[in-house]
């Protein structure tokens, strides 16, 4: 079958390797590489890649998710947390447990404070958050993943493994976080491969939003599943401060 | 596009042939993959080769490239379907022409657990390496592994989780295999992506394997090792 050649034909270990000049790139390119430093504001596109600072100083040091970065300055905003500094690492770290870690010691190294709360769960690091918690004499939140402490992680318990949970944050950036990072805008049929073994889509919602829970209900829809939605509110992060 | 920048899968050479498979197989191309292999078979090369020098040889780049972060999972996904359809001609022509079996293995992603992707990518690495593989699928208990391991009677067991809630469920089937005895009579690899080589030495496997491609090598090593045994035995 006679089709485009994207490789002129050569094998694709010569083509990796390439000649001299394609393989220097220099300095300056492996540093424009580099992820940009926290931003200042707290924009879903912000947090899902470059993370957030609210700045400081202050005694209280919530690290967190960025996947909770708009709820939690919700509730320090909302109860007067003056004594918090909000530091968020990129959500997207989450399709990376293994960079969670040291970026949560980086930060925790860089950042003064006199007491610190890590604002994950578990995450899929094999509890290697919480032997950073251990060592540092630091709290962080219960259970294993991030959306089990909005329900309450013993109410939550194991969860429903059949269903795909989503939060306000993951109902605005379901592209970003989820289509894209899975290839499913350029390879549709893969959902087949991700997801044949859920069911329903369950939508925590942080906030009673008619918007957040259509688009929760299309992405249900995308893929066949069942719709359930829960008001939860913001569950354990509420005591955070 | 001109006639020039078209590649003509049957005007290649054998050589030419298996490298433009390793870049079809890289960039997920199914159609080209099973007509790469149905050209090969009508040159007259073995299935057994065409499987192992074209299509594994193809897949251990992919394997190479994703361990380097070169690659992505759907990247990934996307050559393993394309192997899949190579791998679709070739299967029943193995089993014909009597390729060389290294070993079987029972495969399956523990209870509590839905996620298949690793365990589906090692299942058909593995079985382009030789082994006869019997996929138990998603959310198995130990009952369920046990009765495979009798009815099966394979050389190893593989157990996936992708969960840090599901990965210590590995350990309630080792213990199971301790408790009966039978431990020792399997060579136990287990995987997925919360887990780690402490974790595996923690609840009693033989291995962790990092990625499809670390599984395949470490089955075969513990196959040669058996093999070494039994011939000293």
Sequence with gaps: MPRPSDH?????PTDRQGGAATRRRGRAARLSERPAAPAATLSDSALLARGYDS????PLLI???GALGREIAALIRANGWTHARLHCLPAILHNH???IVPAAAAALDAIPHERAILAYADCGTGGALARLCAERGIDMLPGAHCYAFYEGVEAFGAGDMRAFYVTDFLVRQFDAFVARPLGLDRHPHLADDYFA???RLIYQAQTD???LTAQARRIAARFGWAFERRLTGYGALATLG | MSDEDEIILSELDDDELVQQMFDDLYDGLREEIEEGVNILLGRGWQPYDILTKALVGGMTIVGNDFRDGILFVPEVLQAANAMKGGMAILKPLLVETGAPRVGKMVIGTVKGDIHDIGKNLVSMMMEGAGFEVVDLGINNDVDKYLGALE????????????LTTTMPYMKVVIDTLVERGIREDYTVLVGGAPLNEEFGRAIGADAYCRDAAVAVETAKDFMARKHNQMAAG
């Design chain 1, 8 to 12: 002129g034909g050569q094998a694709r």
């Design chain 1, 55 to 58: 700045g400081g100083p202050a």
């Design chain 1, 63 to 65: 690290l967190a998710c």
């Design chain 1, 97 to 99: 447990p293994d960079r």
């Design chain 1, 197 to 199: 073994g859920y069911e």
């Design chain 1, 209 to 211: 939003d008619p918007v």
């Design chain 2, 151 to 162: 009815s099966e009677k394979p050389d190893i067991l593989g157990m996936s989780a992708l």
